[in-house]
């Protein structure tokens, strides 16, 4: 299983970017996925998620992202995007996407429900 991760860079408070993560080796519409971040001296956390189809693709975001990303899929390219919009300085981070089985609701903001990651893409947000 490979999760690939892109779109990140350095950007001006108030831009937007699109991060997006490609994924092979697995079932792409059995499979949750998520987008986590981690800054600097900070632990991993979580931003967003999509379920799979079967669980019916709902999407939830951290409150501290909400009504400014948003998480969305595409299985016939088997990726997942996360459009970011009204970027603050406080969004810099290693962007990670993340792709579990079988993760149930009460643990899609936890890191230990996922079985693989991507290797991150940087986003950093100059005031």
């Known amino acids: 299983v490979q999760l690939q991760a892109s779109g990140g860079g350095l950007v001006q408070a108030g831009d937007s970017l699109r991060l997006s993560c490609a994924a092979s080796?697995?079932?792409?519409?059995?499979?949750?996925m998520g987008w986590f971040r981690q800054a600097p001296g900070q632990e991993r956390e979580f931003v967003a998620v999509?379920?799979?189809?079967?669980?019916?693709?709902?999407?939830y975001h951290a409150e501290s992202v909400q009504d400014r990303f948003t998480i969305s899929r595409d299985s016939a390219k088997n990726t997942v995007y996360l459009q970011m919009s009204s970027l603050k300085p406080e969004d810099t981070a290693v962007y990670y996407c993340a792709a579990g089985r079988g993760v149930i609701l009460s643990s899609i903001r936890n890191n230990d429900a996922y079985d693989y990651w991507g290797q991150g893409t940087q986003v950093t947000v100059s005031s």
């Open positions: 080796g697995l079932t792409f519409s059995t499979y949750t």
């Open positions: 999509i379920r799979s189809r079967s669980s019916g693709g709902h999407t």
